[in-house]
Nanobody, 119 residues
Framework: QAPLVESGGGSVRAGGSLRLSCLAS?????????HGWFRQRQGYEREEVAG???????TYANSVRGRFTISKDYAKNILYLQMNSLKPEDTAMYYC????????????WGQGTQVTVSP
């Protein structure tokens, strides 16, 4: 199975923006593979913040809805997470993941990219 490679994390002030990218070259088929972005905050369980299915329909956690946008460029096989109006509570390690559409278990995870939001 091909790896997922994330990039785009960093440190920003509250109210700022970042765009995370995830190269998913081993999972090109929009019909077979669906994707998600997860985060692990210190002291919290890992949570899915955004997902996209094979109809390109996005889903979002309540905590990020209206601020984050998930998308995928199928020509480049890159998954994105545009994060706007960032808050200190968005500070976390962010991971992209892939699953077979129709199944709920994610089968491959990226290595993670750190996002730090200061007040």
């Amino acid at each position: 199975q091909a790896p997922l490679v994330e990039s785009g994390g960093g440190s920003v002030r509250a109210g700022g923006s970042l765009r995370l990218s995830c190269l998913a070259s081993g999972y090109p088929s929009k019909w077979n593979y669906c994707h998600g972005w997860f985060r692990q905050r210190q002291g919290y369980e890992r949570e899915e913040v955004a997902g996209i299915d094979n109809a390109q329909k996005p889903t979002y956690a309540n905590s990020v809805r209206g601020r984050f946008t998930i998308s995928k460029d199928y020509a480049k096989n890159i998954l994105y997470l545009q994060m706007n109006s960032l808050k200190p509570e968005d500070t976390a390690m962010y991971y992209c993941a892939v699953r077979r559409c129709g199944e709920t278990t994610y089968i491959r995870w990226g290595q993670g990219t750190q996002v730090t939001v200061s007040p």
